[in-house]
């Protein structure tokens, strides 16, 4: 009998961890289930092109990711034409679509569940041509993951940190005109989000009524952020009966700006945009969840 392959892709270096531990947690269940374990590491060079050799010669049901929302979409792209189950082993300074899977904390319980629970058939966002799969945005926070980047602490406290600095030294809000569902209008903003989701990596909600299989995303427009608006948001009190926040629910938008304005896609900063061309990808990705969201 051909033993069944599991292909492991490792990012080394996301989240300042050791990955040590993931590895052999997820080789331990995988000889568990008698499966042939191959891992990889990337490197940051000609990484989609390796993934998608091993898929082609090892032909696993699934490929398991331990890394951060970087990883994850490496992954998606480089298998984005094959039949495979992803499952997340969240290992990154950014988690988001960890956190909005509702995946646990037990590092067991993760591996339990990309090995063997049933998969999401996932949307993403294609946004000027790249792929999306949580939140991505104008403005602000786009301006937060930047200096996140620049900067030498990780984790939480990294971005608490980045997220004082970028507040105090605020720009001015941007002008856009955004035209979906065949309507067109325009706004003054602090932050346009493109969610296929609901949460940022840090568990703040933007988008409550999100979901990542509806074949839409909302556009979550944030007009005026000052302390009262700021504190809401961050206490998962985002205000939707406000004036101060705008969201429309579509499968297609094109959004310009008069100025350049940071723009990020899942934590990566993408540099300064004055045009998205934004539509979705319905039923993109098969990623393993936990039983209460089948």
Known sequence: MIKKSVIMVVNPISGDLDKS?????????????FLRFIVYETTGKKDEESIKKLFDLHQPERILVAGGDGTIK?????????????????????NGLSVDLNLPSSLPENVKIAFTNEPMDMDMISINGKKSMHLSDLGLNA?????????????????ALQTFSTLSEMK???????FADNVQFEVVARIIIIANSQKYGTGIT???????DDGKFELVIIKNLDLFVFGQIITGNMPLDSEDVLIISTD????????????????????EVTELDIH???????????????
């Open 21 to 33: 531990e993931f590895i052999q947690e997820a080789k331990f269940f995988a000889d568990a289930l």
């Open 74 to 94: 490496l992954v998606a792209e480089a298998l984005a034409d094959c039949d495979v189950i992803i499952g997340i082993l969240p290992a990154g300074s950014a």
């Open 143 to 159: 301006e937060l993951v930047k200096n996140y980047e620049k900067g030498t602490t990780r984790g939480k406290l990294g971005y």
């Open 172 to 178: 001015e809000p941007f002008v856009a005109k955004i």
């Open 206 to 212: 933007v988008n409550p009524n999100g979901k990542m």
């Open 252 to 271: 297609q938008a094109l959004i310009t700006t008069e100025e350049p304005v940071p723009f990020q896609i899942d934590g990566e900063f993408m540099g």
């Open 280 to 294: 979705i990808l319905h039923k993109q990705l098969k990623v393993a969840i936990p039983e209460h969201l089948s």
